[in-house]
């Protein structure tokens, strides 16, 4: 296998749109690393740079330590999995999977060993006489898949390969390309908008938005320790509610403070951000609960609860007070009326403080 490095790549089209700018991360040798972000961000963009299908504009692609910005695709030594499939009708499965094999006039033995090795470990064996238009969508997928294991190449390349899967082949699968990761030890890179697929699939995640990294990090600290709002806002379902403020000083102690809010701030958060200082403050919805869930002597601030989405484990309380909206995350018991008004707390050991101009988070 190879590591992956890309160094300040930019890429301007003919018609002056940015696909990406200045995109930093290496991939280890072995490592699995999910490029997220919402659409049109460049994530795309960014696995065809790496797989030669696109030109950088600027800076440099590394495989294997070796520059390969003008090497044609055939010359990289990687395969790529693509959303659609992309297989041959009138070919079988074992002549879908053995096509590039015969391209690169491996010998016959071995192309037959390699199939016959790719689908035992995709569980596929007794498909190899079938027709893509008999396979279902979770076939097709570890078929596509299985022709990119024969070719043995130094880095795999996944596309939204699961997103034409319903939603629970897609849990499904996602569970086997990770066993499969485990097993292969191949170095991959892997491209989706779907943070649960980010999250559970990732050894690291490259974030991106409108073509620049947000943040480069593990799958925990994205979500425990997000850089700017964007993260924070990205990463989570549902996503870190964000109340408009300023921070205010009052005998020694620092408050967040707007008009329906007046919240002392910890310690842990003096010397990162000043009085009078205009910011965001961040609150995932596990860490506000109304009166039923207090735990001790938590701020809190009123608001009426206008929904509830009650899902099994767990209860989502929609609330807005003052023309704002947030969502509480709750276990299923005790759950305030719909149109009641609610004592809502807040642990303040867990909320994080954005810069309103810049977005970056001051609480790291």
Same mark, same amino acid.
């Given at each position: ?6 160094r300040?790549?930019?890429?301007i ?5 940015v ?7 290496k ?13 049109g961000?460049?994530?795309?963009t ?6 030669g ?11 294997d ?6 090497l044609p ?25 053995a096509?590039?094999l ?5 010998p016959?033995d ?5 199939v016959?090795?790719?689908a ?8 190899l006489d ?8 979770g076939?097709r ?13 130094k ?6 390969p699961l997103s034409?899967?319903d ?5 499904h ?7 499969l ?16 697929e ?5 050894d %690291?995640?490259v ?5 620049t @990294?947000q943040?480069?990090?593990? =799958?925990?600290? $994205? +979500?425990?320790?997000p ?42 958060? %003096?010397?990162?951000?000043q009085?009078?200082?205009? @910011?965001?403050?961040?609150v995932? =919805?596990?860490? $506000? +609960?109304h009166g ?22 767990e ?10 909206s947030?969502?509480s ?20 050991h867990?909320?994080?403080l ?9 609480t790291l």
């Open positions: 296998m190879a590591e992956v490095e890309l300040q790549v930019t890429k089209f003919e018609n002056g749109a696909g990406v700018k200045d995109v930093s991360f991939v280890e040798d072995g490592e699995f690393v999910v490029i997220l972000g919402p659409s961000c460049g994530k795309t960014t696995l065809r740079l790496i797989a299908l696109e030109q950088p504009t600027s800076g440099e692609i590394l495989i330590g070796q520059v390969v910005n003008h695709p055939k010359d990289r030594d990687i395969a790529m999995v693509f959303q659609n499939y992309a297989l041959y009708p009138h070919m079988n499965v074992f002549d879908n999977m096509f590039g015969k391209m690169r006039k491996v016959k071995e192309i037959k060993r390699r016959l090795e790719a035992k470990i995709l569980g596929i064996e007794n498909l079938r027709k893509p238009r008999q396979l279902s969508g076939q997928q570890r078929v596509a898949l299985g022709r990119a294991i024969v070719r043995h190449p880095v795999f390349l996944f596309d939204e034409n899967l939603a629970k082949m897609r849990v699968m996602r569970a086997e390309l990770a066993k990761h485990k097993r292969l030890k191949a170095t991959s890179i892997y491209v989706t908008h779907d943070q649960v980010a999250m559970t699939l990732g %690291k995640i974030l991106l938005n409108n073509g @990294v943040q480069i990090a593990d =799958p925990i600290t $994205l +979500y425990f320790k850089a700017n709002k964007f993260v924070a806002g990205f990463i989570g379902s549902p996503p870190m509610n964000f109340f408009e403020g300023r921070v205010e000083e009052e005998n020694g102690t620092l408050y967040f403070r707007n008009a329906y809010m007046n919240l002392p701030l910890p310690d842990s958060v %003096k010397g990162k951000v009085p009078g200082q205009q @910011v965001y403050l961040g995932r =919805p596990e860490h $506000l +609960y039923a869930f207090k735990q001790g002597h938590e701020p809190s601030f009123k608001a009426r609860v206008d929904l509830r989405e009650t899902l099994g484990n209860v989502l309380v929609y609330y807005s007070v003052n023309g704002a947030f969502i995350r709750v276990p299923p018991r005790d759950i305030p009326p719909e149109g009641s008004t609610q004592e809502v707390f807040v642990d303040t867990h909320i994080h954005f810069d309103r101009e810049t977005e970056v988070n001051l």
